[in-house]
Nanobody, 126 residues
Framework: QLQLVESGGGLVQPGGSLRLSCAAS????????IGWFRQAPGKEREGVSC????????NKADSVKGRFTISRDNAKNTVYLQMNSLKPEDTGVYYC???????????????????WGQGTQVTVSS
């Protein structure tokens, strides 16, 4: 059974950077598409970015284009989300999720994900 653990969240000032990690155990990640999602208080969980098993990435939220970069290191069984120029509206719990389903990075992919991590809190505030 694949297990995912996020890390790297914390409190950062506006304009700052964080790198989130999603480490897998129980299976290798190279067969999975991995998505990053976030949920702000009182809001629905939304897709942020997604990377296919072949390394093709897709930004799911227009608000993060040019600021967030997803990458994967299959040798380390880890996927990363580099977040730059952070804004207060980026605040929320960030989750990674994995799926072997076809087209797992296409469209609203929340329901396509099969395994979820517990999340890591990101707070952007001065």
């Amino acid at each position: 059974q694949l297990q995912l653990v996020e890390s790297g969240g914390g409190l950062v000032q506006p304009g700052g950077s964080l790198r989130l990690s999603c480490a897998a155990s129980g299976s290798t990640l190279d067969s999975y598409a991995i998505g990053w999602f976030r949920q702000a208080p009182g809001k629905e969980r939304e897709g942020v970015s997604c990377i296919s098993r072949w390394g093709v990435y897709t930004n799911k939220a227009d608000s993060v284009k040019g600021r967030f970069t997803i990458s994967r290191d299959n040798a380390k069984n880890t996927v990363y989300l580099q977040m730059n120029s952070l804004k207060p509206e980026d605040t929320g719990v960030y989750y990674c999720a994995a799926s072997v389903r076809p087209n797992a990075c296409v469209g609203d992919n929340r329901l396509l994900m099969q395994f979820w991590g517990q999340g890591t809190q990101v707070t952007v505030s001065s």
